[in-house]
């Protein structure tokens, strides 16, 4: 059975490695080419590597178990900071005023202690599993169009291409394209009155005596109750931050 997962990030990969080690046929789309997407600064093009793209995140067991069930746990582990059994909330001035452990609700030892890692090194651990595993990824495949007739449906795409199977999965995150298509353009996102801003910095020896003393993840929060959280994200070489503010409807 060919499914066609249309989205080709964190989900829509795990769903088509997922779909492949039980036996079905995916193929994966893309609206985006993020590796050779061109980026300037000042109007002069910048030397940009897919592993600059998009920040960090911090994996708990349940996203730990999942990847066990497909043979990624110890390659992701290698890839990521696992040291943080506990996490710390401090005043935005780094007056720690909580501590709570992040192991607790996990009672298998494999999967109890968190992995953070970069998305981008995650992303690219996952493109290689989709190529040792034969499924076709197909870049600057932008949706505009789903024919389901029921036994079988067909998406089309904004360069004038089209892929046939017989499911289609949208992973296509938050702004969903599928979801539009199949279901109507009203169907849209609603914006939540916050914004994120996510980035990574490498530390240098003095930034990790700094660091040192707080836990490798910890929350800020200011007195308007913004939050901040930062992580380290590979042993002591980089810390990830994650920042939001509220806004007005945009």
Known sequence: MRVLVIGGGVGGCLTALALKKKGFDPILFDKYDPRGAPLTANGAPLDMTFGELGGAFCLLSNGLCVLRSLGLLDKVRALGC???????????????????????????????????????????????????????????????????????????????????????????????????????????????????????????????????????LTFFRDTVQHLDATFVVSNDAELSFYATETKPQM
């Open 82 to 216: 696992n040291t943080s059994e506990t996490a710390s909330f401090c005043t935005i001035d780094g007056v720690a005023f909580a501590t709570f452990n992040m192991t607790h609700a996990a009672v298998d030892d494999a999967i109890k202690v968190p992995c953070q890692i970069l998305r981008s090194r995650f992303i690219d651990l996952l493109l290689g599993e989709l190529h040792a595993a034969g499924i076709p990824w197909h870049l600057k495949k932008k949706l505009v169009g789903i024919d389901d007739v029921g036994h079988h449906i067909t998406a089309t795409f904004e360069d004038g291409s089209s892929a046939t199977g017989d499911l289609l999965v949208g992973a296509d995150g938050v702004h969903s394209l599928v979801r539009r298509v199949a279901m109507g353009d009203h169907l849209r996102s609603v914006f939540t009155g916050s914004i994120g801003y996510l980035g990574v910095v490498n530390m240098t020896p003095d930034d990790v005596a700094v660091w040192a003393q707080y836990a490798r």
